[in-house]
């Protein structure tokens, strides 16, 4: 770390890798449970030790130094991830206008369903259309664009949101 | 799996594109020192600005009223090393270093509380004091530069427990405006002290709390973002 405050690169390198494993084994231990929001935790602390290290006394022992750190961010993204987890709607309870429209559905309905997709962001559109018509899994859409799960998830339920307004009707199934 | 570890392997790359050589912090206790003096030193013209109390060389010597600055004084620094030494990630935990200027102030209070029973009648000498509204904004307006002062030493480096550490600056800036109020106001009734100075260097000690999130962290979360996940259209 004392190398990196001066600029080393290679140690900086070196440093953030090993944190990365020893972040991961921290957060492991203390969720108890494999959860998916391991890697935000993992990013998180290396940004946050990346932005504190002018912080650190390279004259005082680096573990509680970091590990303060690690707690703060893990706690951080614990509390965002349960939040996240109480306003979205669950995976199989997800709205699927595909069955709640019935067959002789007039084709306004359908126009009208692709209008509003059509008005949404270009994110949320993207994503909405592929967990919803190309049925793709949340984990593979995060890998193609690049985001984490988490964004995947927050964006579905806004898109979802948006478009419930713009069609004025539940489209929760009954 | 295999992308999330590449998403975290792109953080790293672009971590060690935007790291600079940094200057480390100073140490807690010259921090803390720079922020006394500039702070005593702010207090003073304040206070030859204002005009002393016509009786401050004879109060000087009255065991009652150096208690009293002593105290202050006391609560002052132990909030501002207690925030000095919580803004620098794991030096210091909240709960053991924060309680000690917390433990000051109550301190303070107690003694005044006592100052109050031992005359007699507290609630209706409490009920009787006059209002001193100047004092509660002498407190407030010289208490405001340390505070920015300290605020500003606190952001150089990275709060993690904002609230105790908001919380303690708050203590700090408003235990310096009671100090030098102290110097100006000429009334030494334990009931107006309690009302119109402690009380107040309370509230304006409390009211950071709510301020803490947005003073210490909004830059990191927005860095935090911006390095984490690649920008949306």
């Given at each position: 770390?004392?190398?990196?405050?001066?600029?080393?690169?290679?140690?900086?390198?070196?440093?953030?890798?090993?944190?990365?494993?020893?972040?991961?084994?921290?957060?492991?231990?203390?969720?108890?449970?494999?959860?998916?929001?391991i890697d935000d935790v993992v990013q998180e602390t290396l940004v946050a030790v990346h932005r504190a290290r002018h912080t650190f006394d390279p004259s005082?022992?680096?573990?509680?130094?970091?590990?303060?750190?690690?707690?703060?961010?893990?706690?951080?993204?614990?509390?965002?991830?349960?939040?996240?987890?109480?306003?979205?709607?669950?995976?199989?309870?997800?709205?699927?206008?595909?069955?709640?429209?019935?067959?002789?559905?007039?084709?306004?309905?359908?126009?009208?369903?692709r209008k509003a997709l059509a008005a949404l962001p270009p994110r949320q559109r993207e994503i909405v259309e592929a967990i919803k018509l190309r049925e793709?899994?949340?984990?593979?859409?995060?890998?193609?664009?690049?985001?984490?799960?988490?964004?995947?998830?927050?964006?579905?339920?806004?898109?979802?949101?948006?478009?419930?307004?713009?069609?004025?009707?539940?489209?929760?199934?009954? | 799996?295999?992308?999330?570890?590449?998403?975290?392997?792109?953080?790293?790359?672009?971590?060690?594109?935007?790291?600079?050589?940094?200057?480390?912090?100073?140490?807690?206790?010259?921090?803390v020192s720079r922020w006394a003096l500039s702070s005593a030193a702010f207090a003073v013209l304040a206070v030859v600005f204002l005009g002393t109390r016509?009786?401050?060389?004879?109060?000087?010597?009255?065991?009652?009223?150096?208690?009293?600055?002593?105290?202050?004084?006391?609560?002052?620094?132990?909030?501002?090393?207690?925030?000095?030494?919580?803004?620098?990630?794991?030096?210091?935990?909240?709960?053991?270093?924060?309680?000690?200027?917390?433990?000051?102030?109550?301190?303070?209070?107690?003694?005044?509380?006592?100052?109050?029973?031992?005359?007699?009648?507290?609630?209706?000498?409490?009920?009787?004091?006059?209002?001193?509204?100047?004092?509660?904004?002498?407190?407030?307006?010289?208490?405001?530069?340390?505070?920015?002062?300290?605020?500003?030493?606190?952001?150089?480096?990275?709060?993690?427990?904002?609230?105790?550490?908001?919380?303690?600056?708050?203590?700090?800036?408003?235990?310096?405006?009671?100090?030098?109020?102290?110097?100006?106001?000429?009334?030494?009734?334990?009931?107006?002290?309690?009302?119109?100075?402690?009380?107040?260097?309370?509230?304006?000690?409390?009211?950071?709390?709510?301020?803490?999130?947005?003073?210490?962290?909004?830059?990191?979360?927005?860095?935090?973002?911006?390095?984490?996940?690649?920008?949306?259209?």
């Amino acid at each position: 770390m004392d190398r990196a405050q001066h600029g080393d690169e290679d140690a900086y390198v070196e440093l953030l890798v090993q944190l990365t494993a020893a972040t991961r084994h921290y957060a492991r231990a203390r969720a108890g449970a494999p959860v998916p929001w391991i890697d935000d935790v993992v990013q998180e602390t290396l940004v946050a030790v990346h932005r504190a290290r002018h912080t650190f006394d390279p004259s005082r022992p680096f573990a509680p130094w970091f590990y303060a750190i690690a707690g703060n961010r893990f706690v951080d993204v614990f509390r965002r991830e349960h939040r996240v987890r109480q306003r979205e709607v669950g995976g199989d309870a997800w709205p699927d206008w595909r069955t709640t429209l019935s067959a002789d559905a007039s084709p306004v309905d359908v126009d009208l369903v692709r209008k509003a997709l059509a008005a949404l962001p270009p994110r949320q559109r993207e994503i909405v259309e592929a967990i919803k018509l190309r049925e793709e899994s949340v984990r593979d859409i995060a890998a193609r664009l690049g985001l984490t799960v988490s964004a995947v998830k927050v964006t579905a339920h806004r898109g979802y949101r948006a478009l419930r307004r713009a069609l004025g009707v539940d489209l929760r199934e009954e | 799996m295999k992308n999330d570890r590449s998403a975290v392997a792109s953080t790293i790359a672009a971590l060690v594109r935007d790291a600079a050589p940094v200057v480390p912090l100073d140490p807690p206790s010259a921090r803390v020192s720079r922020w006394a003096l500039s702070s005593a030193a702010f207090a003073v013209l304040a206070v030859v600005f204002l005009g002393t109390r016509h009786d401050v060389a004879s109060q000087l010597g009255r065991p009652w009223f150096a208690a009293r600055a002593t105290v202050t004084l006391a609560t002052a620094i132990a909030a501002a090393t207690a925030a000095v030494r919580l803004s620098v990630p794991g030096l210091a935990r909240p709960l053991r270093i924060g309680a000690m200027p917390w433990a000051l102030c109550l301190g303070w209070g107690a003694s005044l509380a006592g100052g109050l029973v031992s005359i007699g009648s507290p609630l209706r000498l409490l009920l009787s004091a006059s209002p001193h509204v100047s004092c509660v904004v002498c407190i407030a307006a010289i208490g405001l530069v340390p505070g920015v002062w300290l605020v500003r030493t606190l952001r150089q480096a990275e709060p993690l427990d904002v609230r105790w550490t908001g919380g303690c600056a708050g203590l700090a800036s408003a235990a310096s405006g009671a100090l030098a109020t102290q110097f100006v106001c000429s009334s030494d009734a334990p009931a107006h002290h309690l009302l119109w100075h402690f009380a107040p260097v309370v509230l304006l000690a409390l009211a950071p709390l709510a301020l803490a999130p947005g003073l210490f962290a909004p830059q990191g979360r927005r860095q935090r973002d911006e390095m984490k996940t690649p920008p949306w259209p």
